[in-house]
């Protein structure tokens, strides 16, 4: 999540999160309530403390920790007592670490003096304003790595957990990693922790950060410009934009890419190419696909998941690596028209891109489909789901109304050339 309306520590994801609200544009799978909040809302602290661990010890000079990229996002497990294994989404857009209920009850801290758990309030990309519980929990261990006393929000997972098929415990914030030199390794599938003193050397090019908002914050080049952008790789778009304040040349859109989740209902997204390179110190990507939001730009997982990315809190610098050396692109973005909140049993259609060959077909939100291609959606992951996007012509999409089932051929077509 991030904190700070407008400062977001990370107010916008391309999907489902939290604190953005978003999770994918058009034709991608909308992760349910909870990631969208990740990237779609901004939480309003006052004068709470960011989630910070009260003490961390590492055991070992280097952690490693397999991790499973869905989508865009890094998700770790980690077991240290018979409950687990425990599944966390790591978002260093987050200001504040969030656990489920349960496992805030297991490792519950010492009580609210008032004897209730205060509250955090969480206003989401349209000043929908919600309140969530904040807590504090004894431990999460990963690995050889101990954080104590942690602060946290408490959300239920359980519709992102249905969305990605796997049970999702919390996800961790930046300032958790304040004490640690936190490395996360897209193209190896890992996530490395190694004790910040140590200061080892790491290969790239590393970039100073500002983490005053105890996200981090770095200097990027739009054209001729400079732009301060979050890093955060609780967003799974590739770059998230606000063009107030200067005008941003786009040789395809913005165009209507869908609609996002927030916590506080859905919204419709713009999504476009720009004509313009995007560059972060030494790295360039010309004319990249980027998701337009009003709050905070962000560099996210889609051109983090190019790079191992290297995070010392302690030195305020971040380093990107990758072994080529050669411009990264964005594809064209295709799309069926049709953005869903996943359940197991049905995925509903939470919005329908207008002038789409799916709007055509007169598919509207709030339909329920039950099978795709013939087969239950409960088959369907993220991962399935986007590789037939990638290649398939048309989709066959089954509707159910009451108890009949219809199908129809919705056509794949490029959202973004």
Same mark, same amino acid.
Not at 272 to 284: C, P, S
Not at 305 to 322: A, E, N, P
């Given at each position: 999540?991030?904190?700070?309306?407008?400062?977001?520590?990370?107010?916008?994801?391309?999907?489902?999160?939290?604190?953005?609200?978003?999770?994918?544009?058009?034709?991608?799978?909308?992760?349910?309530?909870?990631?969208?909040?990740?990237?779609?809302?901004?939480?309003?602290? /006052?004068?709470?403390?960011?989630?910070?661990?009260?003490?961390?010890?590492?055991?070992?000079?280097?952690?490693?920790?397999?991790?499973?990229?869905?989508?865009?996002?890094?998700?770790?497990?980690?077991?240290?007592?018979?409950?687990?294994?425990?599944?966390?989404?790591?978002?260093?857009?987050?200001?504040?670490?969030?656990?489920?209920?349960?496992?805030?009850?297991?490792?519950?801290?010492?009580?609210?003096?008032?004897?209730?758990?205060?509250?955090?309030?969480?206003?989401?990309?349209?000043?929908?304003?919600?309140?969530?519980?904040?807590?504090?929990?004894?431990?999460?261990?990963?690995?050889?790595?101990? !954080?104590?006393?942690?602060?946290? @929000?408490?959300?239920?997972?359980?519709?992102?957990?249905?969305?990605?098929?796997? =049970?999702?415990?919390? *996800?961790?914030?930046?300032?958790?990693?304040?004490?640690?030199? @936190?490395?996360?390794?897209?193209?190896?599938?890992? *996530?490395?922790?190694?004790?910040?003193? $140590?200061?080892?050397?790491?290969?790239?090019?590393?970039?100073? !950060?500002?983490?005053?908002?105890?996200?981090?914050?770095?200097?990027?080049?739009?054209?001729?410009?400079?732009?301060?952008?979050?890093?955060?790789?609780?967003?799974?778009?590739? !770059? #998230?934009?606000?063009?107030?304040?200067?005008?941003?040349?786009?040789?395809?859109?913005?165009?209507?890419?869908?609609? &996002? /989740?927030?916590?506080?209902?859905?919204?419709?997204?713009?999504?476009?190419?720009?004509?313009?390179?995007?560059?972060?110190?030494?790295?360039?990507?010309?004319?990249?696909?980027?998701?337009?939001?009003?709050?905070?730009? %962000?560099?996210?997982?889609?051109?983090?998941?190019?790079?191992? *990315?290297?995070?010392?809190?302690?030195?305020?610098?971040?380093?990107? !690596?990758?072994?080529?050396?050669?411009?990264?692109?964005?594809?064209?973005?295709?799309?069926? /028209?049709?953005?869903?909140?996943?359940?197991?049993?049905?995925?509903? &259609?939470?919005?329908? &891109?207008?002038?789409?060959? %799916?709007?055509?077909?007169?598919?509207?939100?709030?339909?329920?489909? #039950?099978?795709? $291609?013939?087969?239950?959606?409960?088959?369907?992951?993220?991962? =399935?789901?986007?590789?037939?996007?990638? #290649?398939?012509?048309?989709?066959?999409?089954?509707?159910?109304?009451?108890?009949?089932?219809?199908?129809?051929?919705?056509?794949?077509?490029?959202?973004?050339?």
């Amino acid at each position: 999540m991030k904190n700070g309306r407008g400062s977001w520590s990370g107010c916008g994801w391309p999907r489902v999160d939290f604190r953005r609200a978003a999770l994918r544009p058009a034709g991608r799978i909308l992760f349910a309530a909870a990631l969208f909040w990740l990237l779609s809302a901004c939480t309003t602290v /006052g004068s709470r403390r960011p989630s910070q661990p009260g003490h961390t010890t590492v055991s070992s000079p280097l952690v490693v920790l397999p991790a499973q990229l869905i989508g865009n996002l890094l998700l770790i497990e980690a077991k240290w007592d018979r409950f687990g294994p425990y599944r966390f989404l790591i978002d260093t857009g987050s200001s504040s670490t969030l656990v489920t209920p349960a496992l805030a009850r297991r490792y519950q801290g010492p009580d609210p003096a008032a004897g209730a758990a205060p509250r955090v309030r969480v206003t989401g990309a349209d000043g929908v304003v919600t309140e969530l519980p904040q807590g504090t929990i004894r431990r999460i261990e990963l690995g050889d790595v101990r !954080f104590d006393d942690v602060s946290v @929000l408490i959300y239920d997972f359980a519709a992102l957990s249905a969305h990605l098929g796997v =049970r999702i415990d919390g *996800v961790l914030g930046f300032p958790l990693f304040r004490e640690t030199l @936190l490395t996360l390794d897209y193209p190896g599938q890992r *996530v490395l922790l190694q004790p910040a003193r $140590n200061a080892p050397l790491i290969p790239g090019t590393p970039i100073a !950060f500002d983490d005053a908002r105890k996200v981090p914050l770095i200097t990027v080049r739009l054209g001729e410009r400079s732009i301060v952008a979050l890093v955060d790789s609780g967003s799974d778009a590739f !770059f #998230t934009l606000n063009p107030i304040g200067f005008a941003p040349r786009f040789v395809a859109g913005p165009t209507a890419g869908g609609t &996002v /989740g927030t916590i506080s209902g859905d919204r419709p997204q713009m999504i476009g190419r720009l004509g313009e390179t995007i560059a972060i110190g030494d790295e360039v990507f010309p004319q990249p696909i980027v998701v337009i939001s009003d709050e905070l730009p %962000a560099v996210g997982g889609g051109l983090l998941r190019h790079f191992s *990315v290297s995070f010392d809190q302690l030195r305020d610098r971040v380093t990107f !690596f990758r072994n080529s050396r050669e411009p990264i692109s964005t594809p064209a973005r295709r799309s069926s /028209g049709v953005s869903f909140s996943k359940t197991p049993a049905y995925w509903r &259609v939470a919005g329908v &891109v207008p002038g789409s060959p %799916a709007a055509k077909a007169e598919v509207q939100p709030g339909d329920l489909v #039950t099978r795709i $291609n013939g087969e239950p959606v409960a088959r369907w992951d993220i991962r =399935r789901y986007e590789k037939l996007l990638a #290649t398939a012509d048309e989709i066959g999409l089954t509707f159910l109304l009451g108890t009949v089932e219809t199908e129809k051929r919705v056509a794949v077509f490029e959202l973004v050339p």
